[in-house]
C-alpha cells in the first residue's frame, strides 16, 4: 500500500451541519450527502487512515441523523483530529458579485475618510487650542484618537477585501489574532472612556465648587490609562481564550474582519468556557459602564432642570446631550452585537450589520460633538484663521 507523504485528515474530506442548516436540506440532497461522505471515509481508510471512526460517520452507518450540536455542546470530530488552520480566510463579502463589491468601496472609502479626518480635527484642536486645554476636551480628544485607530485597524482591509478576487482574503493566525486584539482593546477603552467622560460631567454640573480640585490634569492622565489598561486586559486575555482553541471546522471566518463570535464558531471542543469569557467581557466592558453613565446623566439631568438660569440649562443639556447621545449609539450597537450567544447568531446578519457599526456609526461621533459645540467651532474658527483669539 502506497502512504501519503502528507497524511490526510477525515476533517480535510468531511462537511458537517447544524440541526438548522440540516433540517434545510430536502431528502435528495440528505440522501448524496450521505453517499459522499461514506466513500469519502472508505477512500481514506483505504489509504492508511486509522484512526477512530469518527461520530458522524458511526451515525450515518446507523441511520441516524449526523448533525452536530452547537453552544458549549462537544464536536463530533475526534480529539486526535482536533488540528488549527494554517490560515484563515476573511470572507466578506467576496461571494457577492463584482459591480456590487465595487459599488460598496466607492460608497464606504468617502464615508472612511471623513470619519478619519473629523476623528483626527477634533484630536488636534483638542491639542493645539488653548481654550480647549479642560478635562472634558482631554477626553474628547482621547476618544477622538482611540475611534481614529479603530477604524485603521477594521476599514482599510475590509475596503480592500471589496477589489480584491472572489474566495476572501487570506491572514495568518497571528495576523488575525492581532486583529481581533486590538479591535477588543480599542472598543473596550472605548467603552471605559465614555463612562469617564460622564463622570467629568457629573463633576463639573453637579458638584462645580469641588470640580477643579477633583478633575485634576493629573486624574485625567490615570483614568485615560485606566481605561486603555483595562481595555487591553479583556482583550489579551479574550483573545488568548480563544486562540488556544482547536479550529476543526476550518479558517473561513464569515464576516469583513477577524470578529470574536465569527472566529469562535469555527472552534471545536466544550465551548461552554470561552463564551462565558465573552459574556463576562461584556459585563464589564458594557454593562457596568453603561449603568454608571445613566446613574451619572440622570443626576446631571436633574440638577440641570432644578437650578440655573434658561441659558446655562441649555449650553448644559446641549453638552450632556451629545455625550448621552453618543453612547447610546456605541453601547446599543455593541450590546446588540455581542450581549447574546452563539446558538442565536446569524453570522450573515451579523455581517451586514457590521457595515453600519464600523462605517456609519464612527462617523456620528466627530458630526455630534462638534456641529452644536460653540467651543469647537470658535477652536477650528481660530485655527483656520477666521476669528480672533479669546
Known amino acids: 500500500m502506497v502512504s501519503l507523504q502528507e ?38 481508510v483505504s489509504v492508511g487512515y486509522d484512526h477512530t471512526k469518527p461520530n458522524v460517520i458511526v451515525k450515518l452507518e446507523q441511520g441516524e441523523e449526523p448533525w452536530i450540536a452547537e453552544g458549549p455542546n462537544m464536536s463530533h470530530w475526534p480529539e486526535a483530529n482536533w488540528t488549527s488552520p494554517q490560515e484563515f480566510v476573511i470572507l466578506g463579502f467576496s461571494g457577492w458579485p463584482q459591480w456590487l463589491r465595487v459599488l460598496l468601496f466607492a460608497l464606504l472609502l468617502p464615508l472612511y475618510l471623513a470619519t478619519l479626518a473629523g476623528n483626527l480635527l477634533i484630536l488636534g484642536l483638542a491639542v493645539l487650542d488653548p481654550a480647549l486645554h479642560t478635562p472634558m476636551y482631554f477626553f474628547l480628544g482621547a476618544l477622538s484618537a482611540v475611534e481614529a485607530a479603530y477604524t485603521l485597524v477594521l476599514i482599510p482591509r475590509m475596503l480592500a477585501g471589496f477589489l480584491l478576487p472572489p474566495g476572501g482574503q487570506a491572514v495568518a493566525p497571528s495576523t488575525c489574532a492581532a486583529q481581533m486584539g486590538l479591535f477588543v482593546a480599542l472598543g473596550g477603552s472605548e467603552c471605559l472612556l465614555l463612562a469617564a467622560m460622564a463622570l467629568d460631567r457629573y463633576l463639573a454640573i453637579c458638584r462645580p465648587l469641588y470640580y477643579p480640585q477633583l478633575m485634576t490634569m493629573g486624574l485625567c492622565w490615570c483614568l485615560l490609562a485606566s481605561c486603555c489598561a483595562g481595555g487591553s486586559v479583556l482583550a489579551l486575555g479574550l483573545t488568548t481564550a480563544i486562540f488556544q482553541l482547536p479550529f476543526c471546522r476550518g479558517g473561513l471566518v464569515n464576516h469583513v474582519f477577524c470578529d470574536v463570535p465569527a472566529v469562535l464558531v469555527l472552534a471545536c471542543g466544550n465551548r461552554g468556557l470561552q463564551e462565558c469569557v465573552l459574556l463576562v467581557a461584556c459585563l464589564l466592558l458594557l454593562v457596568l459602564p453603561l449603568a454608571l453613565i445613566l446613574l451619572s446623566y440622570t443626576r446631571v439631568l ?25 453612547a447610546v449609539l456605541h453601547y446599543g450597537c455593541a450590546t446588540a452585537m455581542y450581549a447574546r450567544p452563539l446558538s442565536s447568531r446569524s453570522l450573515e446578519e451579523d455581517k451586514l450589520v457590521s457595515l453600519i457599526y464600523i462605517n456609519v456609526t464612527p462617523l456620528l461621533y466627530p458630526a455630534i460633538y462638534t456641529l452644536r459645540n460653540r467651543d469647537v467651532q470658535g477652536a477650528l474658527q481660530r485655527l483656520l484663521g477666521h476669528g480672533t483669539p479669546g
Open 7 to 44: 497524511p490526510v485528515s477525515f476533517q480535510d474530506v468531511a462537511v458537517d451541519f447544524t440541526q438548522e442548516e440540516w433540517q434545510r436540506l430536502d431528502p435528495a440532497e440528505k440522501t448524496t450527502y450521505r453517499d459522499v461522505m461514506l466513500e469519502n471515509y472508505s477512500h481514506l
Open 302 to 326: 436633574v440638577v440641570i432642570l432644578g437650578v440655573g438660569g434658561a441659558a446655562g440649562r441649555r449650553k448644559a443639556f446641549h453638552t450632556v446631550a451629545s455625550h448621552l447621545t453618543v
